[in-house]
């Protein structure tokens, strides 16, 4: 009777522990299609491939890059972009102020236009470094990109290019400012405020000043273009980047 009993128990067990599994299967399920069914909402025209939304990043990015950062170096491309122009660093303000203050605004003005010129000329080493960028990415970074924050293709740039486009500005910045003279307009500039009565001495390092405003320029404008085509459906003007960016649309 006993036996029984404790067959009886164990048979309830069994089919309680059976009840158990059946609805955890069937909320797994559950949780599944709806998941899945999310990711199929979000993928227009019947679904799309990792490999189209690389393709589509890097055509973003290959856009940014001949639309907007190609326009840095041309003649003035930082000189009269309010975006990007490079202005004095906050320990020469005061020199730049003082001398337009005493008359010598077209001195100031042409040692602004010198340290912009540098960067002008530096800006076109960029695009190769961007390239090579650019064909790196795999397609979990052009996934993580794609629905990630609204400057993540930018961010992913900056971390892959940073280091290498210094090495390639600074010395290209340095033989600029020697080329058109913005070592002497320079020396010019500070040995004029440096006698001025009451004023302390000032010698900062240019050359990586600048190495360093033109690289945030560079990036400002990639990331200018990057929000266009996140926001703008009219700046998708293939049929790829359409597709491809619709799915961040969701």
């Given at each position: 009777?006993?036996?029984?009993?404790?067959?009886?128990?164990?048979?309830?067990?069994?089919?309680i522990?059976?009840?158990?599994?059946i609805?955890i299967?069937?909320?797994?399920?559950?949780?599944?299609c709806a998941?899945?069914?999310?990711?199929?909402?979000?993928?227009?025209?019947?679904?799309i491939?990792?490999?189209?939304?690389?393709s589509?990043?890097?055509?973003?990015?290959d856009k940014?890059?001949?639309?907007?950062?190609?326009?840095?170096?041309?003649?003035?491309?930082?000189?009269?972009?309010?975006?990007?122009?490079?202005?004095l660093p906050?320990?020469?303000?005061?020199?730049?102020?003082?001398?337009?203050k005493?008359?010598?605004?077209?001195?100031?003005?042409?040692?602004l236009?010198v340290?912009?010129?540098?960067?002008?000329?530096?800006?076109?080493?960029?695009?190769?470094?961007?390239?090579?960028?650019?064909k790196?990415?795999?397609?979990?970074?052009?996934r993580?990109?794609?629905?990630g924050?609204?400057n993540?293709?930018?961010?992913?740039?900056k971390?892959?290019?940073?280091s290498?486009?210094?090495?390639?500005?600074?010395?290209?910045?340095?033989?600029?400012?020697?080329?058109?003279g913005?070592?002497?307009?320079?020396?010019?500039?500070?040995?004029?405020?440096n006698n001025?009565p009451l004023?302390?001495?000032?010698?900062?390092?240019?050359?990586d000043?600048?190495t360093?405003?033109?690289?945030?320029g560079?990036?400002?404008?990639?990331?200018v273009e990057?929000?266009?085509i996140?926001?703008k459906?009219?700046?998708?003007?293939t049929?790829?980047l359409?597709?491809?960016?619709?799915?961040?649309?969701k």
């Open positions: 009777m006993v036996m029984i009993k404790k067959q009886i128990v164990s048979k309830n067990k069994l089919r522990m059976f009840k158990r599994l609805l299967v069937i909320v797994f399920q559950f949780t599944a998941e899945l069914q999310q990711v199929v909402n979000q993928l227009p025209n019947g679904g491939t990792n490999s189209q939304i690389a589509g990043l890097k055509e973003a990015l940014g890059i001949t639309d907007k950062v190609s326009l840095l170096a041309v003649k003035d491309g930082f000189y009269k972009n309010k975006l990007v122009k490079i202005v906050s320990e020469l303000q005061k020199v730049d102020n003082t001398l337009r005493i008359g010598l605004s077209k001195v100031a003005d042409e040692g236009k340290l912009n010129r540098a960067a002008e000329n530096a800006v076109g080493e960029a695009i190769p470094i961007f390239v090579n960028a650019i790196g990415m795999t397609f979990t970074d052009a993580n990109i794609l629905l924050n609204k993540a293709a930018t961010t992913y740039l971390n892959k290019t940073n290498a486009l210094y090495q390639k500005f600074k010395p290209i910045i340095s033989a600029s400012f020697k080329k058109v913005a070592d002497k307009i320079w020396n010019n500039l500070i040995t004029k405020y001025l004023t302390n001495n000032v010698n900062p390092d240019l050359t000043y600048v360093g405003q033109a690289l945030k560079v990036y400002t404008m990639v990331e990057e929000n266009e996140r926001t459906v009219s700046s998708r003007n049929d790829l359409r597709k491809v960016f619709a799915l961040q649309d």
